[in-house]
């Protein structure tokens, strides 16, 4: 599998197209990970219609369940999961960076978190099906709606879920780190969550199947989610992942949003090939 250029910014990705060996491959773990997943929803819609009137917005036993798909996919997909430090017990958010959809599953099997994602997302096929499922959050950039969602965050976050951001606002070949945006960093400074709030960074770090290009992992520009997943199922030999959850910070210990966005970006930075 080959890209076009040396870089990702700017460039196209491009994918190969797998020969019959690879379609031989691709095709039963395709099969066997859509089993996974819909055995696995099926049990979550079960579980919610115990834990909603029981628990409300709390779910303190459906996110085990999306872990634990979450880790099967990562074998079915050929990625070992490598986790290095420990996921936060009090109340807060996890910002990572933001290398491809396979963050999903990543992230997901290393902690019990809920992702925050753009609003397009919903209405992709299959995506966002799943999204909403497990309980992702999803937002606009129109201003009229500001307020709502701020209302929506703290909602979360007090029910004691820890929303997981990408603060660089886009995918990437998995080789860079771009600049934190602290636009949501904000929902952490109102009534009063400053006090009771903690961010925990954490660096996801991708590597390649032997022989392959170092971006194999990777997703941006305008490549489809289908021809990258082919890639992945299609693959002959296993890669790894690897999530490094950082000590967490505390809000009130920053002046304001930027602060708090830089101090993150540099814990991310400080654990991946980047710097």
Known sequence: ??????TWLGAEQVIDPPGVGGWLRAVPRGLVLAAVILGGLGLLGLLRLVERPLFGLARPVTPFVTQGVCRLALLILGLRLVVRGRAMTGQGAVVAN??????IF?????DRVYFVS????????????LARATGT???TRKSSEARQQQALFEDRLRAGHR???????TSTDSRH??????????AFFTHGMDHI??????????????????????????TGIAPHLLAVLAERHSGRVEVVLHPPLSVDGFSGRKALAEACEAAVRSAHPAG
């Open 197 to 222: 709030m903690q961010i925990q960074p954490a660096t996801v770090i991708y590597h390649a199947p032997k022989g392959r290009d170092a971006r194999f992992y990777g997703w941006w520009g305008s």
């Open 98 to 103: 933001h290398a491809s959809w396979l963050d």
């Open 1 to 6: 599998m080959n890209t076009r250029m040396n």
């Open 177 to 186: 780190i771009l600049p934190f945006k602290s636009t949501l960093f904000a």
């Open 137 to 139: 959050v999803f937002i």
């Open 106 to 110: 990543a992230l997901n099997a290393a």
């Open 163 to 169: 929303l997981l951001f990408f603060p660089e606002g």
């Open 118 to 129: 753009k609003a397009e997302v919903s209405g992709w096929a299959g995506i966002g099906w």
